[in-house]
């Protein structure tokens, strides 16, 4: 049993917790609160079905099985760490700022760029997607890579466009759309922002 405390404690999401592994510093154990296994559940089976059709796990946070621990199952997954060892922080982070959207510009669109193309291109499915479930990983002083870390995983009753390229486009075109849209409805006033989503579509 892997034993976690506050130490540990990295953040919280609508139903889980997420901490440090103790053992591995290159993992992180997120544990669901009591009666909210579903979305754990239905995350890991979206998991099982990407790893079947070998898709490139560069922009999402992989899933490495159950543990047990002090606070109940636990499921281990990547932890997005900056060059300097430091946990990565969220996209949400670098859009708060102006000044640091600004300062990150090239390389935040850049990363942008590159995971749209990368869902795109590997067909993953996210419930939705969100700025503070995105990372941003950091090299020196440059985004170098974003990281999908939560709500990898898709609700349809019929999951057709997990077998369908042409399905999946589509349903992937809405999903981005609608967090272009999410982030420039919460971060109205970052005119770099604006700037920077209207550099995606040129």
Known sequence: MIKVDNTYFIGKGAHRECYRHPEN?????????SGHTKESEREKKYYKHLEKRRISW?????????????????SVFDLILDRDAAISKTLGYYLASEEKTKKYYDSL?????ALKKYL???RIITM???????????SDDKISRLFIIDNICNTEFIPIS??????????????????EKRMLNI???????????????V
């Not at 099985?65 to 199952?73: Q, V």
């Not at 669109?109 to 760029?113: A, G, H, P, R």
């Not at 077998?163 to 486009?169: G, H, L, V």
């Not at 971060?187 to 579509?201: C, G, Q, V």
């Open 162 to 179: 997990s077998y369908s390229n042409f399905f999946a486009k589509i349903k992937l075109a809405r999903k981005w759309d609608r967090f």
């Open 58 to 74: 560069e922009m999402i946070s992989r899933y490495h099985g159950d543990i047990e621990t002090n606070l109940g199952p636990g």
């Open 120 to 122: 795109f291109d590997n």
């Open 128 to 138: 939705n997607l969100d700025p503070s479930n995105i990372l941003c990983q950091r």
């Open 187 to 201: 971060y109205k006033n970052n005119k770099a922002l604006s700037d920077m989503i209207r550099s995606l579509h």
């Open 25 to 33: 510093r290159n993992f992180c154990i997120k544990i669901s609160a």
């Open 109 to 113: 669109t850049n990363s942008l760029f």
